[in-house]
């Protein structure tokens, strides 16, 4: 049973740095494109950054140079690096995962045509001016 669990989202203030974990269970992330979406109520469900099985990364415009998408060495963790936050990064964010053979840069662009197969439960991150 595949399972992804995120933690570390808190309220922050402008310009301060967050990190979120996505810790999985039931999958190899050999096996997997990762990703992070976030959802807020006016702009729905976007892709923020994805990780493929190669180690590449692909970050959406508004976050790029300012969040990076990693994975720890044992491969059962994915984090979410989240640096200069302003308070239109306020979402609920959410940690995913493809199925194999999807590359970062197409689980990002193919949102939400090419839907993740597994989703997280969400991890709030608020930041106030």
């Known amino acids: 049973q595949v399972r992804l669990v995120e933690t570390g989202g808190a309220s922050v203030q402008t310009r301060g740095s967050l990190r979120l974990s996505c810790v999985a269970s039931?999958?190899?992330?050999?096996?997997?494109?990762m990703g992070w979406f976030r959802q807020t109520p006016e702009k729905g469900r976007e892709g923020v950054g994805t990780i493929d099985s190669a180690g590449s990364t692909s970050y959406s415009d508004s976050v790029k140079g300012r969040f990076t998408v990693s994975l720890d060495s044992a491969k059962t963790t994915m984090y979410l690096q989240m640096n200069s936050l302003s308070p239109e990064d306020t979402a609920m964010y959410y940690c995913?995962?493809?199925?194999?053979?999807?590359?970062?840069?197409?689980?990002?662009?193919?949102?939400?045509?090419?839907?993740?197969?597994?989703w997280g439960q969400g991890t709030q991150v608020t930041v106030s001016s």
């Open positions: 995913a995962a493809d199925v194999g053979g999807v590359s970062a840069k197409q689980a990002l662009e193919l949102y939400p045509a090419l839907n993740p197969n597994f």
């Open positions: 039931g999958i190899v992330f050999s096996s997997y494109c």
